[in-house]
T-cell receptor, first 111, second 113 residues
Framework: DQQVKQNSPSLSVQEGRISILNCDYT??????FLWYKKYPAEGPTFLIS?????DKNEDGRFTVFLNKSAKHLSLHIVPSQPGDSAVYFC??????????FGAGTILRVKS | DAGVIQSPRHEVTEMGQEVTLRCKPI?????LFWYRQTMMRGLELLIY????????DSGMPEDRFSAKMPNASFSTLKIQPSEPRDSAVYFC???????????FGQGTRLTVV
C-alpha cells in the first residue's frame, strides 16, 4: 500500500531555471508533509515541511505547495543550482505515527 | 550533538551469517525508525519505536529480521541468517517529541555474498 507516490523517477533542469518535484498521497489523515534531499553515500537530510492546514511554505529558494483537494504537493526550487543535484524524497506523517516516504526523484541540474 | 550515529558504515558478510546493525539516536529523541533503501522500493520502513517500545513492525520482511531498543540510547537491527537479497543500505532515523521531521544517520551499506 503506497500511501506516498513520486511518479517521476528523474528530472533534468538547466542551472538558473525552476525545478518542480511532485508528490501524490492517498491518506487524507496526514498532518505534515516533508521533503528530504539525499546525496550518494549519505543519509537523507530534511529540507522543508508543511502542515496540512497550510497551502504554502517557503524557505529561501525552496517552496512547498500543498493542494489538499487533489492530495498533491510539490517542491519548487528557484533558481536551481548544480549543488541541488540529488535524490529528493517526499514524506508524510500522521503525528505520533510513522514517517512514510515516496520512492524518490533524481534531480539533475545542468550547468 | 553528533547526530544519529550508525555502525558499521559498511558490512560485507557471507550468506547465512548473522549481521547486527547499530544505531545511537540523538539525545532526547523519543522515536526511532529503521529504513531500508533499495533501487526497487526506495526508502522502506522496517520498524519504528516510540519511547523504546516497538509500535509497528509490519515492514519487517521476514522472521529473519529482528530489532530491539533496550534503552533510549541504543537500537539494533539483526538479520539471522542473512541472504544476498538483504543487500541494501539500512538507515536509522530519530525524531523528537515536538517536531515532525526525523533525522537520519549515514546508513550502513550491507552486502551479503
Amino acid at each position: 500500500d503506497q500511501q506516498v507516490k513520486q511518479n517521476s523517477p528523474s528530472l533534468s533542469v538547466q542551472e538558473g531555471r525552476i525545478s518542480i518535484l511532485n508528490c501524490d498521497y492517498t491518506n487524507s489523515m496526514f498532518d505534515y508533509f516533508l521533503w528530504y534531499k539525499k546525496y550518494p553515500a549519505e543519509g537523507p537530510t530534511f529540507l522543508i515541511s508543511i502542515s496540512s492546514i497550510k497551502d504554502k511554505n517557503e524557505d529561501g529558494r525552496f517552496t512547498v505547495f500543498l493542494n489538499k483537494s487533489a492530495k498533491h504537493l510539490s517542491l519548487h526550487i528557484v533558481p536551481s543550482q548544480p549543488g541541488d543535484s540529488a535524490v529528493y524524497f517526499c514524506a508524510a506523517i500522521k503525528y505520533g505515527n510513522k514517517l512514510v516516504f515516496g520512492a524518490g526523484t533524481i534531480l539533475r541540474v545542468k550547468s | 550533538d553528533a547526530g544519529v550515529i550508525q555502525s558499521p558504515r559498511h558490512e560485507v558478510t557471507e550468506m547465512g551469517q548473522e549481521v547486527t546493525l547499530r544505531c545511537k539516536p540523538i539525545s532526547g529523541h523519543n522515536s526511532l525508525f529503521w529504513y531500508r533503501q533499495t533501487m526497487m522500493r526506495g526508502l522502506e520502513l522496517l520498524i519504528y519505536f516510540n519511547n523504546n517500545v516497538p509500535i509497528d513492525d509490519s515492514g519487517m520482511p521476514e522472521d529473519r529480521f529482528s530489532a530491539k531498543m533496550p534503552n533510549a540510547s541504543f537500537s539494533t537491527l539483526k538479520i539471522q541468517p542473512s541472504e544476498p537479497r538483504d543487500s541494501a543500505v539500512y538507515f536509522c532515523a530519530t525524531r523528537g517529541r515536538r517536531s515532525p521531521e526525523a533525522f537520519f544517520g549515514q546508513g550502513t551499506r550491507l552486502t551479503v555474498v
